[in-house]
Each structure stands twice: as C-alpha cells, then as structure tokens.
C-alpha cells in the first residue's frame, strides 16, 4: 500500500497563491494516476485534478481549469498541485490520492483510488 502525505496548505488571500506537495512512500508511485481531490465544510468530497502515471495526460475539472496545475516529479515520488488566483470558494481540505491504475480515464471518480493522504487544509480570505 502506498502512503501519502500532503503538505503546503495555509491561509490566504484572494488571488494569491500556493503549491501543495504530496509525498508518497511504501509502494511504486511512478506507475500510478495521482489525484488531487477537496472537501469543503457540508459538501461532498469532489475532483480536482489528476495526472497519469509519467505526467504525460493531465485532467482537471473545469471550475480549476487555467487556475490549477498538477505535476509530478517520479525522482522525488511527489506530486504537485499549483494554485493559482485563488478564490475564496477553493477553501477547502485537499487531498491527493494514488489511482488504480497508470491512466487519466476516470480520474473524476473516487473509487478509482486505492490510496488517499491525510489532506491539508486551504483558507482563502476575501
């Protein structure tokens, strides 16, 4: 099984920006899709983004799309997700998950992951 730990969440304001960090141990990372996921309070836990196992395919909902940026680094078995303009309706626990299989297809959908992190909180202030 793989674990994951996300880091880099904080507080802050409207249109800044931040980079989450996750790190991955324990089983092969490089031949898995990594998810980034967020759950605002009283909502459900919804998809973000997600890149397949060698960075080649990328895809991201759309309510992210030219704000968020998913990348990995397989040399460092972390994942990135770079945030851009950030709006005060991205508060919200992030997570990244490991996938169940190397590629994009079905990316959006929870149970295509085998293995999720702790989360890490963003505050975003207006």
């Known amino acids: 099984q793989v674990q994951l730990v996300e880091s880099g969440g904080g507080l802050v304001q409207a249109g800044g920006s931040l980079r989450l960090s996750c790190a991955a141990s324990?089983?092969?990372?490089?031949?898995?899709?990594m998810g980034w996921f967020r759950q605002a309070p009283g909502k459900e836990r919804e998809f973000v983004a997600a890149?397949?196992?060698?960075?080649?395919?990328?895809y991201y909902a759309d309510s992210v799309k030219g704000r968020f940026t998913v990348s990995r680094d397989n040399a460092k078995n972390t994942v990135y997700l770079q945030i851009n303009i950030l709006k005060p309706e991205d508060t919200a626990v992030y997570y990244c998950a490991a996938g169940n299989n190397p590629y994009t297809g079905n990316s959006w959908l929870t149970d295509a992951y085998i293995a999720w992190g702790q989360g890490t909180q963003v505050t975003v202030s207006s």
């Open positions: 890149i397949s196992w060698n960075g080649g395919s990328t």
């Open positions: 324990g089983r092969t990372f490089s031949d898995k899709r």
